[in-house]
Structures are given as C-alpha cells and as structure tokens.
C-alpha cells in the first residue's frame, strides 16, 4: 500500500476513535437509562443505533474485535424486535462487553 492511502487510513482510524469515545458515553448513558428503575423505552434503540455505527466502522479501520462485539449487540437487539428489558441478562453482558471494548478499543 502507499504511503498516502496509509496516511489517510490513519487519519479515519484516530477520527474513528475521537468519536469512539463520545459513543461510549452515549451508550454508557443508554444503557444506564435502560436500567433505572424508571427504565427508558428509548434507550434500547440508541444501544442499536450506537452499535450499529460502531459495528461497520471498527472493522473497517482494523478494530476487528469491537467491530464484532458491535455486531453481536446489535443482532441480539434486532433479533428480538428490541424486546428487551433491562433484566435481559444476554443484553446486559452484551452490552457490558461493548462498553468494555469501546473504552480500549487498541
């Protein structure tokens, strides 16, 4: 590959991550309202929509891991037609494992 492409692919890569982390908080607030006692309804759709984002981008860029975890949270969401409660034990793990790759991605 050339330097150039490479360079550029860099650039998307540190773009990638400088938006990576105001997704995680975003999912990190999602998944919290998800779980209050009072739960937010909206919250199971921003959890997809933020995987979903995530899901295509990560492994584009090489970040083949988070990429897949994206992709598994967001399948399990999509698969039950966003059915689940804050109780959902596979959504909680699921969605634990993604915050857990998205705060080091590397």
């Known amino acids: ?10 650039k998307l890569r540190e773009k990638f991550l400088a938006e990576l982390s105001q997704r995680n908080a975003s999912l990190k607030d999602a998944f919290s309202r998800l779980t209050a006692e009072d739960a937010d309804e909206n919250a199971i759709e921003d959890i997809s929509w933020i995987a979903h984002k995530v899901s295509g981008s990560a492994a584009t860029l090489g970040f083949k891991e988070l990429g897949e975890q994206a992709a598994r949270t967001e399948r399990l969401i999509l698969g039950t037609a966003g059915s689940h409660s804050a109780d959902d034990a596979a959504l909680r793990a699921e969605v634990t494992a993604l915050i857990r790759l998205m705060d080091d991605p590397r």
């Open 1 to 10: 590959m050339n330097a150039n492409f490479l360079a550029g692919l860099e």
